[in-house]
C-alpha cells in the first residue's frame, strides 16, 4: 500500500503561481511513476502531468504545457508540481496518484491516489 497526501493548494489570483506537493508513504520501495490529476466543479477528472521514477519521462496535458512543471525529488518520496502563469480554469481539486506503468496519462493505470487538494483561481 501506498499512502499519498497533497499540499500547497490555495487561492490565487490569475496570472500567479502555486507549487504543490505529494508525499508518498508507506511501500515506497517499488518505483512508481507519478501522475497529477484534475477535477474542475461539474467536470470529469483529467489527467494534468506525469513523472517516470528516474524523471526522464514527463508527460503534460496539452493545456498546461509550458505553464506547469512536474518534479519529483525520491529522497524524500514527493513529487512536486510548479504551476505558473494560473488560469481561471485552472481551478479545480488536484489528485497525485501513483502509477507503475511510466508515461501514463489514464486513470485505470493508477493505482494510489491521494485526497486531493483544491487549487482556486480568481479573475
Known amino acids: 500500500q501506498v499512502q499519498l497526501v497533497e499540499s500547497g493548494g490555495g487561492l490565487v489570483q490569475a496570472g500567479g503561481s502555486l507549487t504543490l506537493s505529494c508525499a508518498a508513504s508507506?511501500?515506497?520501495?517499488?518505483?512508481?511513476?507519478m501522475g497529477w490529476f484534475r477535477q474542475a466543479p461539474g467536470k470529469e477528472r483529467e489527467f494534468v502531468a506525469t513523472?517516470?521514477?528516474?524523471?526522464?519521462?514527463?508527460r503534460y496535458h496539452d493545456s498546461v504545457k509550458a505553464r506547469f512543471t512536474i518534479s519529483r525529488d525520491n529522497a524524500k518520496n514527493t513529487v512536486y508540481l510548479q504551476m505558473n502563469s494560473l488560469k481561471v480554469e485552472d481551478t479545480a481539486v488536484y489528485y497525485c496518484?501513483?502509477?507503475?506503468?511510466?508515461?501514463?496519462?489514464?486513470?485505470?493505470?493508477?493505482?494510489?491516489w491521494g485526497h486531493g487538494t483544491q487549487v482556486t483561481v480568481s479573475s
Open positions: 508507506g511501500r515506497t520501495s517499488i518505483k512508481y511513476a
Open positions: 496518484a501513483a502509477s507503475v506503468v511510466a508515461g501514463a496519462s489514464s486513470e485505470s493505470d493508477y493505482d494510489y
Open positions: 513523472i517516470s521514477w528516474g524523471g526522464l519521462i514527463t
